[in-house]
């Protein structure tokens, strides 16, 4: 039962336009939810996240929305440049769980130059 | 600051073996969350300690452990080494009182 979904494994972008990555949930009860990127022999680095009571947050070229209706949250990158091609995940942790995080399968953005 | 360290980086091992791999957390943080890797199944939680006391634990069987010292330094160990054991474990680290995790560059278990 994947509680996180990411259902594009891959996305391909021009240089200098915006990435949209998406990520769907099903848990009612998470209340925080974090974005990473990920390059091949590396530790997942943090790049942004939300609390439930908020559906935008925004941090330079990186914006998260999420629409708990829907339970959906995406990740806005602009503009998008090479270097930011990598394996994105998005996670969640359910109210109370301490730092448990669930995280979907990943989307490989790769950025044209 | 330094980052979080793991060592060693990578590993061999044969089945039935056992494993013990270490993390160093981010000068100042407390919590300590692992994390096994595989491409079959994902990033899945394997446990947190905060203050030398275990949080929180996945869904993972009991051969799965660890532990955390005063300094905040933590192991896990995996008993009994099947060959679906290999992966990529990962290690992270919260400073109090904040939510976002940094991990560390992981360790490789190859399991023959």
């Known amino acids: 039962d994947q509680q996180v979904k990411q259902n594009s494994p891959s996305l391909s972008v021009q240089e200098g336009r915006i990435s949209i990555l998406n990520c769907d949930y099903t848990n009612s009860m998470f ?6 990127k990920k390059y091949p022999a590396e530790g997942p680095t ?6 439930s009571i908020k559906d935008k947050n925004e941090d330079g070229r990186f914006t998260v929305f999420l629409n708990k209706s829907a339970k959906h949250l995406s990740l806005h ?3 998008s440049q090479p270097g930011d091609s990598a394996v994105y995940f998005c996670a969640a942790r359910v109210w109370g769980s301490a730092r448990q995080l669930t995280f ?3 989307t490989q953005l790769t950025v044209l130059p | 600051k330094a980052g979080v360290t793991q060592t060693p980086r990578y590993l061999i091992k044969t089945r039935g073996q056992q494993v013990t791999l270490s993390c160093s ?3 100042g943080h407390r919590s300590v969350s692992w ?5 079959g199944q994902g990033l899945q939680f394997l446990f947190e300690y905060f203050s030398e006391t275990q949080r929180n634990k996945g869904n993972f069987p ?5 532990r955390q010292f005063s300094n905040s330094r933590s192991e896990m160990n995996v008993s009994t080494l099947e060959l679906g054991d290999s992966a990529l474990y990962l ?12 991990f560390g560059p992981g360790t490789r278990l190859l399991v023959l």
Do not use: H, K, N
Not at chain 1, 31 to 36: A, C, H, I, T
Not at chain 2, 35 to 39: A, R, S
Not at chain 2, 91 to 102: D, H, L, V, W
């Open chain 1, 104 to 106: 979907g399968s990943g």
């Open chain 1, 31 to 36: 209340d925080y939810f974090l974005w990473y």
């Open chain 2, 62 to 66: 009991g051969r799965f452990s660890g």
């Open chain 1, 46 to 51: 943090f790049l942004i996240s939300i609390s």
């Open chain 2, 35 to 39: 994390y096994q890797q595989t491409p």
């Open chain 1, 77 to 79: 990158i602009v503009p």
């Open chain 2, 91 to 102: 290690c992270a680290s919260s400073p109090m009182g904040q939510e976002t995790q940094y």
């Open chain 2, 25 to 27: 957390p981010i000068s």
